[in-house]
């Protein structure tokens, strides 16, 4: 028991890192070359869940390289997704956020360093982007920006959330804290009615 308790979570991340590596390699084989004993090549539907899981897989790898704080390894995947997919990066960037919520300050720091960069990576293809990936999009951003320690920048882009979502009182609840950390007394003021809107929207979903 005693072992169990001074184990160290960067190892669990590692162990499943390796495990799911092998999930992969084992994808790729089976997509690329047939089955690994050299059968007959996968059907579509085969070859459908391969990449499924293949996909799976490849998120899973990217926060658990983040837990052991590998954030080139890391990068160098999601780059890889959102050349195939930005709805599948966007579902990695949430996956972070959540990891994010829960891990210590300098892991937060490079998770938002992480999402900053493949936010401004898929802003650059907005056009092919539907409107909820845009909106998820911002959300993401906005996150990244305050997991950095940039309140300035994230405020405006809290700002233009509330503009679409006005009821959502766990947004005000966020923009309210970051214009705490701006300090003006302008940002107090706004930080004051974000809380007392926040309290009114909370209010009115009960």
Known sequence: DGLEASRDPVDDYAEADRLLARVVESADARLTSGSPAGGAQPSEEERAAWESLRKA??????VSLAGQKKWAQAESLVQQLSDVSPAVVLSVLDGLSQFGRTADA?????LGELQLKTTETLMRRDATLSEEERQRLQECRAQALAATNQPKAAIPVYEALLARQPNDAALRRTLADLLVQCGTAECLTKAREQWTSAKDAGHAVN
Do not use: H
């Not at 897989?57 to 990217?62: D, E, G, P, W, Y």
């Not at 300098?106 to 490079?110: E, I, L, N, S, Y």
């Open 57 to 62: 897989a490849t998120q899973l790898r990217i």
């Open 106 to 110: 300098a892991t937060q720091r490079g």
